[in-house]
Nanobody, 115 residues
Framework: QVQLVESGGGLVQSGGSLRLSCAMS????????VSWYRQAPGKQRELVAV???????NYADSVKGRFTISRDNAKNTAYLQMNSLTPEDTAVYYC?????????WGQGTQVTVSS
């Protein structure tokens, strides 16, 4: 059974940083494209960042230059380094892993940025 577990969320002041982790168990992590999504209260879930199996990355315009997605296949873990956080980044952050029609979601981790 494939599981994704996010961690690293919390409360941080505006301008601060957090690093989220997404750990996979039950499958070969390296074959999956991994994405981070977020959902703020009253808003739709939005794509934040993607990293392919080759390590190519893409970001939403709202986080470019501030967030960095990475992966460590040896640890079956993906990361989202978030810098220069603003209250607009407050949301539940979800990890997603997909591979040829299969996809899995984590349970989400709350990020709250105070002004």
């Amino acid at each position: 059974q494939v599981q994704l577990v996010e961690s690293g969320g919390g409360l941080v002041q505006s301008g601060g940083s957090l690093r989220l982790s997404c750990a996979m168990s039950g499958s070969a992590f390296s074959i999956y494209v991994v994405s981070w999504y977020r959902q703020a209260p009253g808003k739709q879930r939005e794509l934040v960042a993607v990293i392919t199996t080759d390590g190519n990355t893409n970001y939403a315009d709202s986080v470019k230059g501030r967030f960095t997605i990475s992966r460590d296949n040896a640890k079956n873990t993906a990361y989202l380094q978030m810098n220069s956080l603003t209250p607009e980044d407050t949301a539940v952050y979800y990890c997603n892993a997909r591979f040829i029609g299969r996809q899995y979601w984590g349970q989400g981790t709350q990020v709250t940025v105070s002004s």
